[in-house]
């Protein structure tokens, strides 16, 4: 499982995930899904186990938008008996606003 998180390696991650590979990764968008796909591997690399009753995502229909999108969460349990249930939640924002005309917002 995941030790420590290395600031040269979330900057990494960050840089990857606004790059233009992903389009903006606009809510319903293609490049929003081919992140959270990324995501996912990311996080099962890093030993996490699904949040969701045994699912990566939790999906919605994205307001005033285009279709559905998800929230990707994972979970690390615990090893210390005494503070094993205890939760911390560490978040961010997957979706973005995508493109507009001939630009992608990054």
Same mark, same amino acid.
């Given at each position: ?18 790059? &233009? ?11 929003? /899904?081919?992140?959270? /796909? ?7 690399? &890093?030993?996490?186990?699904? &949040? ?10 994205? +307001? ?6 998800? @929230?990707?969460?994972?979970?690390? +349990?615990? @090893?210390?008996? /005494? ?24």
């Amino acid at each position: 499982a995941l030790a420590v998180v290395r600031k040269d390696s979330l900057q990494a991650n960050l840089t990857h995930l606004s790059s &233009a590979q992903y389009a903006g990764r606009g809510s319903g968008d293609a490049g929003n /899904e081919q992140a959270a /796909e990324w995501l996912i591997a990311k996080f099962q690399a &890093a030993g996490l186990q699904p &949040a969701f009753s045994g699912d990566w995502k939790q999906k919605f229909q994205v +307001p005033r938008g285009k279709g559905h999108t998800s @929230n990707v969460a994972g979970i690390l +349990p615990g @090893n210390d008996p /005494e503070l094993r249930n205890e939760i911390v939640v560490v978040g961010g924002h997957l979706d973005h606003l995508g493109t507009s005309g001939s630009g992608i917002y990054y």
